[in-house]
Nanobody, 119 residues
Framework: QLQASGGGLVQAGGSLRLSCAASGNIFDIEGMGWYRQAPGKQRELVATITSGGSTNYVDSVKGRFTISRDNARKTVYLQMNSLKPEDTAVYYC???????????????WGQGTLVTVSS
């Protein structure tokens, strides 16, 4: 239901743009977000965006990452600039989606996309 893409290998200071598209018999999408999990660490919130466009970021990425969404395309993006080696992680997208079968909001996760930042 959520397909993430855009990860890869980049040098420190570089940029990447992640995308995550929702598909299926969707009625509505509320909050969307990105999380990441570095090796040996717990999954952490990176950024979230509401259906109205309000955003929230973890302190470590403020000023460097920008989350956005295209509601018509049912897609959330994460523009990552000034990347640091400590940003290396598997990035997961997340969304609260109601389908046209139940109209009940459920939490969905994408499959994860690896971002590696070399020093």
């Amino acid at each position: 239901q959520l397909q993430a893409s855009g990860g890869g290998l980049v040098q420190a200071g570089g940029s990447l743009r992640l995308s995550c598209a929702a598909s299926g018999n969707i009625f509505d999408i509320e909050g969307m977000g990105w999380y990441r999990q570095a090796p040996g660490k717990q999954r952490e919130l990176v950024a979230t965006i509401t259906s109205g466009g309000s955003t929230n970021y973890v302190d470590s990425v403020k000023g460097r990452f920008t989350i956005s969404r295209d509601n018509a395309r049912k897609t959330v993006y994460l523009q990552m600039n000034s990347l640091k080696p400590e940003d290396t992680a598997v990035y997961y997208c997340n969304a609260d989606i109601a389908d046209r079968t139940s109209y009940y909001y459920r939490d969905y996760w994408g499959q994860g996309t690896l971002v590696t930042v070399s020093s």
